[in-house]
């Protein structure tokens, strides 16, 4: 599948099976979801009869083939690319030059260069004419329609000059196999980049599959082994070792751990997991080990689910398509009924030859009709959009994000890691009688000084800070994600952990103000309270900035958390955001997308976690954090380098720019053929006598491809200033 075209043809396909329910089909992957009863042998002919060709996907060795055939086709239409140039760049270039002989001077030489030019549609084209005749058997013309009409076209008339040019007017014996040739090259070449680029789509699945281990230590008939994850059955009791990977969905029955589970919260602070809790496959077991009683396996699982979110989301992209696609459903069929109705005309009106002129006028109007300017107006835009938008910082992984981006109305932000640095520090701290803020950070420093939880860091770093004296504890005991207790070389007993914790350990727990948006630690010595440290999660320096030139430019900014409600509201209140939601899972994010999308708002994602994944992929448009997870990078169109947000205003100035770049493109590549293609008709023939000369056509068609090009390259010129146009 090439085009949004495709897709269309595909699922009317498959959709027209007996027994399926619904069919979803996924460009980016080139894959299709059909729920139904339908058999695969159906299906697999209802999609040959379309013109195009599908296998099962149903193993990881599968989707490894799958991927791979990807890569191997975009190297072939890279060489078909090559080889077709090397056909057409050098005749186009000795036509320029004046140095090709006339057809009828030299006609041994014209038959070599149509024999070079039927091996280059052969090699280099042979599906625009296989799916020239799917897509009108369909009636789902695409621009692979017109390039498979108009290079046949002009190869058949060149053919015709050479062995019958008496049969012609003078003004119509021209060859036009460079034309030919170098309009497969480009649209070979486009395609082999639009390839490359679509992979980065599909890493997103993969990537997630990457989280799930390929083996599980079960104990099964009094003995622990290692069996592949496909052997692994709902109550099967499995070991997790500290910086393992939970393979499925279960319950801990015995031990505990610490368990980061980013990947579904985006929080970075690992929880606390002991006997009676839920686990999720794809999390990870930090400081500890436990067995558990697998309660989900396969695709019943917490990450299972996930997968098949990104997909369906993918899938479910707003059928938008490409410009150019969406110009030659109604280009193609008025093409092709402008030749028929110009060759209706010659034949009942035209003078002798009169075959020659139904020939020679009906055949010109295809050739005029396919012009580089119209395949070049697109491309060359996005082309230099995507390297202005570099050099901002701004990545941006296909054309249709950077479509669609200017056509956002509402801009949806995760919390952590995108308006706020993901990291926590200490906001302040409080002691308490007879101690001193030095004292409690320096007691809570020593205690910590060996562990790798992200708050132990953070009151590490404020202790650096201060220059404060750290000493070396004598033993330590940590509970997971509750607290640890740390015996002083210098004497004395350190607790460092939530309320709970200290109350466990029988020491005093104060009262005190709880300040609900920030992390509360408490500091004991010797079973008596010494002070509280609150961390927080600090906002970015341009978060603000950020939000208030989304505003500017007339959009409506909300922000979605999974984090908890005060903390969530602490946040949106200093950066003037106006809709807040906390307390969100990864599905819940999807579904709040998806309401915004039917209530008709047009929406782009900002995230940079695992758990942002399946709503970055659902949104129109997906910006992911370039400090974030991999998976947030793939499932997004655009990625924004480093970690500012800011980069989304200027995306969102980008796409403007382009599209009103592409749309002028469009205009003057449609205006050379609104005042080519009645000329090539013979619209002035009765008054004047004269045809479209071949001269004049390839100077039409190559001043509308400079055009274009100049007209591209003042994209290059533009400063992505955030405000409104």
């Known amino acids: 599948m090439t085009c949004a075209g495709c897709v269309a043809s595909v ?21 299709a979801t059909v729920k139904g009863t339908a058999k695969q042998a159906e299906l697999a002919s209802a999609v040959a009869d379309a013109g195009y060709s599908l296998s099962p996907l149903e193993s990881a060795a599968d989707e490894a083939e799958h991927a791979g055939a990807e890569q191997r086709l975009a190297r072939r239409r890279l060489w078909q690319a090559i080889g077709a140039g090397a056909v057409g760049a050098p005749l186009f270039l000795a036509g320029l030059a004046g140095w090709l002989p006339g057809v009828e001077e030299a006609r041994l030489f014209w038959l070599l260069a149509g024999l070079a030019t039927l091996a280059v549609l052969v090699f280099a084209g042979a599906r625009f004419f296989t799916g020239t005749w799917a897509t009108l058997k369909g009636k789902t013309p695409t621009m692979d329609t017109l390039i498979g009409l108009g290079t046949g076209a002009a190869w058949l008339y060149s053919m015709l000059v050479i062995a019958w040019p008496e049969a012609l007017p003078t003004l119509t014996r021209h060859a036009y196999f460079e034309a030919a040739a170098i309009v497969v090259a480009l649209v070979n070449l486009g395609a082999a980049l639009e390839m490359r680029a679509r992979a980065h789509t599909a890493e997103a699945v ?17 003995r622990e082994q290692e069996i592949p994850m496909e052997q692994l059955v709902t109550g099967d009791r499995v070991r997790v070792l500290p910086g393992e990977r939970i393979p499925v969905d279960g319950e801990i029955e015995s031990g505990q751990s610490g368990v980061d589970e980013s990947m579904l919260t985006g929080e970075p602070l690992p ?15 930090v400081d500890g080990s436990f067995v558990f009683r697998a309660t989900a396996v396969g695709k019943d699982t917490a990450l299972a689910r996930i997968v098949d979110l990104v997909r369906q989301a993918q899938a479910s992209k707003p059928a938008i398509g490409r410009l150019v696609d969406r110009v030659a459903a109604v280009f193609v069929p008025t093409v092709i009924g402008i030749a028929l109705l110009t060759a209706v005309a010659w034949a009942l009106v035209g003078p002798e030859p009169r075959l020659g002129y139904v020939l020679a006028t009906s055949l010109t ?21 995507v390297g202005l938008g570099a050099r901002h910082g701004i990545l941006v992984r296909d054309g249709e994000a950077l479509e669609q981006a200017g056509g956002l109305t509402t801009i949806v ?29 320096t007691l809570a420093a020593a205690a910590e000084s060996g562990s790798e939880h992200p708050l132990a860091a953070a009151v590490l770093a404020a202790a650096r800070e201060r220059g404060l004296d750290i000493g070396e504890p004598q033993r330590t005991r940590t509970w997971a994600g509750e607290g640890v207790l740390a015996e002083l070389a210098g004497g004395g007993t350190v607790l460092v952990g939530n309320a709970a914790f200290l109350a466990r350990q029988h020491a005093v727990v104060p009262e005190m103000r709880q300040d609900t948006h920030l992390t509360r630690v408490l500091v004991a010595l010797d079973g008596k309270a010494a002070g509280t440290l609150w961390l927080s999660d600090t906002i970015r320096a341009d978060a603000g900035g950020a939000v208030a030139r989304l505003k500017a430019l007339g959009l409506k900014v909300v922000l979605l958390s999974g984090d908890r409600k005060a903390s969530a509201e602490a946040v949106g209140r200093e950066l003037d955001i106006d809709e807040i939601h906390a307390d969100v899972r990864p ?10 999308q039917a209530a008709g708002e047009r929406v782009g994602m900002v995230g940079d976690g695992l758990n942002d994944a399946p709503a970055l992929a659902r949104a129109d448009v997906g910006f992911a954090i370039g400090s974030g997870t991999d998976v947030a990078r793939a499932s997004a169109g655009i990625t924004l380098v480093g970690a500012s947000p800011l980069g989304v205003a200027r995306a969102i100035r980008l796409s403007r720019l382009t599209l009103r770049n592409i749309r002028q493109n469009l205009a003057g590549a449609f205006l050379y053929n609104v005042l080519g293609i009645p000329l090539a008709a013979g619209v002035l023939f009765p008054l004047t006598g004269w045809l479209l000369s071949p001269m004049v056509g390839g100077a039409a068609m190559a001043a509308s491809s400079v055009t274009v090009v100049t007209n591209a390259n003042r994209l290059r010129r533009k400063q992505l200033d955030p405000a409104p146009d």
């Open 11 to 31: 699922e009317k396909a498959l959709c027209a099976v007996p027994g399926v329910e619904l069919a979803q089909v996924n460009l980016a992957e080139r894959t």
């Open 206 to 222: 993969h990537r997630l599959l990457d989280l799930q281990p390929q083996t599980a230590r079960v104990l099964r008939d009094g």
């Open 271 to 285: 929880v606390s997991r002991a006997p009676g809790d839920p686990v999720a496959g794809g999390t990870l077991a």
């Open 365 to 385: 109007v295809l050739i005029i009709a396919c012009p580089c300017a119209l395949g070049l107006a697109t491309p060359i835009s996005i082309m230099h959009a």
């Open 413 to 441: 932000f995760d919390k952590t890691g995108t308006l706020t640095e993901g990291k926590p520090r200490v906001d302040h701290v409080q002691p308490l009688a007879g101690f001193s803020e030095d004292q409690v950070l």
């Open 587 to 596: 599905d819940r994010k999807l579904a709040f997308i998806r309401e915004l």
